[in-house]
């Protein structure tokens, strides 16, 4: 069994930040990509940045957070985070944590995904 915990989400004004942080744990064999989806209200789940763990991947972000969002890896842990500055209205939405990885039991590549954090940016 495999468990990704978010923290983190909350309200924040137009304009501020919010760092969110995501741990994976449990019986993982390969842990290749980490990343954060999110999904507003009345929209399809999009990503929104990764960052990969193994392999030859690259961090990938959302044309739309390119110089506002930024995730990063914690050195020697299956742990990312992703700090969120000049919050848009447009940015509020439930963020998912995403990982892609093997685990002990099953034993093919898979995506697993957190229980989902609110982030709400309003004045």
């Known amino acids: 069994q495999v468990q990704l915990v978010e923290s983190g989400g909350g309200l924040v004004q137009p304009g501020g930040s919010l760092r969110l942080s995501c741990a994976a744990s449990g019986s993982i064999l390969t842990l290749y990509t980490m990343g954060w989806y999110r999904q507003a209200p009345g929209k399809q789940r999009e990503l929104v940045a990764t960052?990969?763990?193994?392999?030859?991947?690259?961090?990938n972000y959302a044309d739309s957070v390119k110089g506002r969002f930024t995730i990063s890896r914690e050195n020697g842990k299956n742990t990312v985070s992703l700090q969120m500055s000049s919050l848009e209205t447009s940015d509020t939405a439930v963020y998912y944590c995403?990982?892609?990885?093997?685990?002990?039991?099953?034993?093919?590549?898979?995506?697993?995904w957190g229980q989902g954090t609110q982030v709400t940016v309003s004045s």
């Open positions: 995403y990982a892609r990885m093997r685990t002990t039991i099953l034993i093919v590549p898979r995506d697993y």
């Open positions: 960052i990969p763990i193994t392999g030859g991947a690259t961090t």
